[in-house]
């Protein structure tokens, strides 16, 4: 199945879906929402534990959470 790489639904507050994985690297003829899914999920990747905490507080105040998709 075929799964968007960001979904929106609104219940009694609006919530975003990043769906993972996302792209690794940009490639010439990538949407905005393309681009836009593989920098959101390379911010989800972050190596650094500091740069982590802020994503995760970001992602808190905004409603963004991620899920993780498997074939």
Known sequence: ???P?????KMMT???YVNLPGPDEPN???TGGELLHGFLAEL???PNDDT?????ALCGKW?????E???
């Open 28 to 30: 010439p003829g990538m």
């Open 14 to 16: 609006e919530i975003v």
């Open 52 to 56: 982590k905490a802020f994503v995760n």
């Open 44 to 46: 989800h990747r972050a």
């Open 5 to 9: 790489s960001i979904e929106y639904q």
């Open 1 to 3: 199945m075929n799964k």
């Open 69 to 71: 998709y498997k074939d």
């Open 63 to 67: 409603n963004v959470r991620y899920r």
